[in-house]
Structures are given as structure tokens and as C-alpha cells.
């Protein structure tokens, strides 16, 4: 893993990261539980969920993330909705879903685990990822 590790703020997940717990990475698994321990939210976007479920009902590490307390789904509202357009726009990008994870961060002051820190990067240089 590279970047800075996520503590004391929370972290936000991309679908990537999501795919990745799902399939029993151990190192992203970690993270999460260490975030979750201090009562800091782990934020999930719901674009990046989307991409993520394919079966919920097989899906049992994804479902125990969900139940967490400190787990957020965040919704794609007006707001958002507003600020990624106009994120897509100033950086030239269309990936509505990692657009949305970037104001969702940007919004809680947060790191990004993500499996994909290139296109996160196109999106907000200045974002810390932590790549799983």
C-alpha cells in the first residue's frame, strides 16, 4: 500500500476498495477495522456501492461493513450531484462514481482507499489515497 495511512478522520472507500474487502483482502480489511475502532466514519458512497453489490446476499463481509455504526452511505443528492458535475467538467473526466468519491472526501476531510489511485488523482491531485 502507498500514500498516507488513514487515522484519526476516517476513510472514505471507492468501489475498489469495497471489491477488495469483499474478496478477503486482509491488508484492507485491517484498515477498515482500524479506522472503525477509534468511531471515526468509514464513508462509502452509494455510487461506489452500487458498483460494488452484485449479490448482497453473499456478500457477508460487505453487509457487516454496512451494519457498522461508523459506516456512512452517502447518497448522490442535488448537492453532490452539482459538485460532481462541475468536478467532471475542471478536470475533463466523465467516472461519475469516482467523481462522487472525491467529494465525499473532499467533503469529510478524509483519505481514499482505492485500487485506482491514477484516475483519483486525475480528479484532485492533492487527495490523499491510501492504494489497496
Do not use: F, Y
Not at 19 to 27: F, P, Q, T
Not at 111 to 116: F, G, M, N, P
Amino acid at each position: 500500500m502507498s500514500g498516507q495511512s488513514p487515522a484519526g478522520v476516517g476513510v472514505t472507500l471507492d468501489a475498489g476498495a469495497l471489491i477488495a474487502l469483499d474478496k478477503g483482502n486482509g491488508a484492507v480489511r485491517q484498515l477498515i477495522l482500524r479506522v472503525a475502532r477509534t468511531g471515526e466514519p468509514v464513508v462509502i458512497p452509494a455510487t461506489a456501492l452500487a458498483q460494488a453489490v452484485r449479490s448482497p446476499e453473499r456478500q457477508a463481509r460487505l453487509a457487516l461493513l454496512l451494519r457498522r455504526v461508523t459506516t456512512e452511505v452517502r447518497p448522490l443528492d442535488r448537492r453532490d450531484a452539482v459538485a460532481v458535475g462541475r468536478l467532471l467538467r475542471e478536470s475533463g473526466t466523465s467516472d461519475v462514481v469516482d467523481a462522487h468519491v472525491v467529494v465525499c472526501a473532499r467533503r469529510a476531510g478524509q483519505a481514499v482507499l482505492t485500487s485506482d489511485p491514477g484516475d483519483l488523482r486525475r480528479l484532485d491531485p492533492e487527495l490523499v489515497l491510501v492504494a489497496v
